[in-house]
T-cell receptor, first 114, second 111 residues
Framework: NAGVTQTPKFQVLKTGQSMTLQCAQDMNHEYMSWYRQDPGMGLRLIHYSVGAGITDQGEVPNGYNVSRSTTEDFPLRLLSAAPSQTSVYFC?????????????FGPGTRLTVL | KQEVTQIPAALSVPEGENLVLNCSFT??????LQWFRQDPGKGLTSLLLIQSSQREQTSGRLNASLDKSSGRSTLYIAASQPGDSATYLCAVPSGTYKYIFGTGTRLKVLA
């Protein structure tokens, strides 16, 4: 099993550009989520999904969109990048449909917005 | 609102020392607590998951305990090694669908 994979590993954007961060898992997990990690702020939840077609907002959803068309994939879209979105982004997944089980994380995407 | 605190923020110890990392949470009605390790520039690796009905979990040199009534968990690392140097994070569920993370303890084990 590859576990949770994320692409790209690094990305530099200009203010106003859009892009999609990819996340995939091969463990047949229903629950998937996106976090951003910033110095001194820890990990903060952006969006999560409890299954295909079901998504909801976390703590810091503004400026980000998600969709879940398959169990395996959970892409995160930045609509119009801003310097405040410079961060490291992690995707995670777990078995079941809630915050009940062990979470598995991807390697992260380091994003810089100029 | 659930809040998670980890103290100390940083810790430096000589190799071979036994050490304890602390995690505190404000709402004791948690379903579980998970400890992670994060190496610089890397993702999070799950170390231990303790369910609310358990008091402790062990994996190799690691032992995690959970005291819900006092809102505390500790991660005990026995006979520390330089390879243990990393940031250690704890996380608890907040409600049914969300996790709240502590800001971590940055551990350095000196050879």
């Amino acid at each position: 099993n590859a576990g949770v994979t994320q692409t790209p590993k690094f990305q530099v954007l200009k203010t106003g550009q859009s892009m999609t961060l990819q996340c995939a898992q091969d463990m047949n997990h229903e629950y998937m989520s996106w976090y951003r990690q910033d110095p001194g702020m820890g990990l903060r939840l952006i969006h999560y999904s409890v299954g295909a077609g079901i998504t909801d907002q976390g703590e810091v959803p503004n400026g980000y969109n998600v969709s879940r068309s398959t169990t395996e994939d959970f892409p995160l879209r930045l609509l119009s990048a801003a310097p405040s979105q410079t961060s490291v982004y992690f995707c995670a997944s777990s078995y079941g449909t809630g915050a009940y089980n062990e979470q598995f994380f991807g390697p992260g995407t380091r994003l810089t917005v100029l | 609102k659930q809040e998670v605190t980890q103290i100390p923020a940083a810790l430096s110890v000589p190799e071979g020392e036994n050490l304890v990392l602390n995690c505190s949470f404000t709402d004791s009605a948690i379903y579980n607590l998970q400890w992670f390790r994060q190496d610089p520039g890397k993702g999070l690796t799950s170390l231990l998951l303790i369910q609310s009905s358990q008091r402790e979990q062990t994996s190799g040199r690691l032992n995690a305990s959970l005291d819900k009534s006092s809102g505390r968990s500790t991660l005990y690392i026995a006979a520390s090694q330089p390879g243990d140097s990393a940031t250690y994070l704890c996380a608890v569920p907040s409600g049914t669908y969300k996790y709240i993370f502590g800001t971590g303890t940055r551990l350095k084990v000196l050879a």
